[in-house]
T-cell receptor, first 114, second 113 residues
Framework: EAGVTQFPSHSVIEKGQTVTLRCDPI?????LYWYRRVMGKEIKFLLHFVKESKQDESGMPNNRFLAERTGGTYSTLKVQPAELEDSGVYFCASSQDPEFTEAFFGQGTRLTVV | GEDVEQSLFLSVREGDSSVINCTYT??????LYWYKQEPGAGLQLLTY?????DMKQDQRLTVLLNKKDKHLSLRIADTQTGDSAIYFC?????????????FGTGTKLQVIP
């Protein structure tokens, strides 16, 4: 069975441009999470989907970030316009039930804004 | 918000034991976790402990939890070069019926042959 996959693995964009990250969760997993790690710092929660609904988006930094999960399958995270401080590694995780003990992570997307 | 703190680096010799420490602030934590991240890979759950336990052992891994001091540790016995990675401590607490997870900064473990 395929794990959590993220696209692209790396992205380098200029300040002011738009970038869209994608996460394909494990099939059947209702819960999908986005996290971000800025260089050398902690991994920070961004938001949590249950199916297509946003259960918790308290970690989204500002309105330049837009996450969607149409149909409750894959999710996208769009940053528009990107700023230098948005650079980091964006992780996606999915789980079948609310207990995070069964969550699986993708390999992450490394975003560099120059 | 809740905080999870770890030291940034640890260097050990192959065959020795490694102990990675973590402190957290959330007194209502449900679970505490240790994740491993190898270069270019995602986070892999190594082990977790329920907050009402004080120890869990799984092969070479031993997790100790001191709930009073909010201190968690991960001991890796007979450390191997393949254990070189970043280790993240995390805690979760109930939030609206779901577990909301807070991670630390990660400890980079370097194993010297």
């Amino acid at each position: 069975e395929a794990g959590v996959t993220q696209f692209p693995s790396h992205s380098v964009i200029e300040k002011g441009q738009t970038v869209t990250l994608r996460c394909d969760p494990i099939s059947g997993h209702d819960n999908l999470y986005w996290y971000r790690r800025v260089m050398g710092k902690e991994i920070k929660f961004l938001l949590h989907f249950v199916k297509e609904s946003k259960q918790d988006e308290s970690g989204m930094p500002n309105n330049r970030f837009l996450a969607e999960r149409t149909g409750g399958t894959y999710s996208t995270l769009k940053v528009q316009p990107a700023e230098l401080e948005d650079s980091g590694v964006y992780f996606c995780a999915s789980s079948q039930d609310p207990e995070f003990t069964e969550a699986f992570f993708g390999q992450g997307t490394r975003l560099t804004v120059v | 918000g809740e905080d999870v703190e770890q030291s940034l680096f640890l260097s050990v010799r192959e065959g020795d034991s490694s102990v990675i420490n973590c402190t957290y602030t959330d007194s209502s934590s449900t679970y505490l976790y240790w994740y491993k991240q190898e270069p270019g890979a995602g986070l892999q759950l190594l082990t977790y402990i329920f907050s009402n336990m004080d120890m869990k052992q799984d092969q070479r891994l031993t997790v100790l939890l001191n709930k009073k001091d909010k201190h968690l540790s991960l001991r890796i016995a007979d450390t191997q070069t393949g254990d070189s990675a970043i280790y993240f401590c995390a805690e979760s607490a109930n939030s609206g019926g779901y577990q909301k997870v807070t991670f630390g900064t990660g400890t980079k473990l370097q194993v010297i042959p």
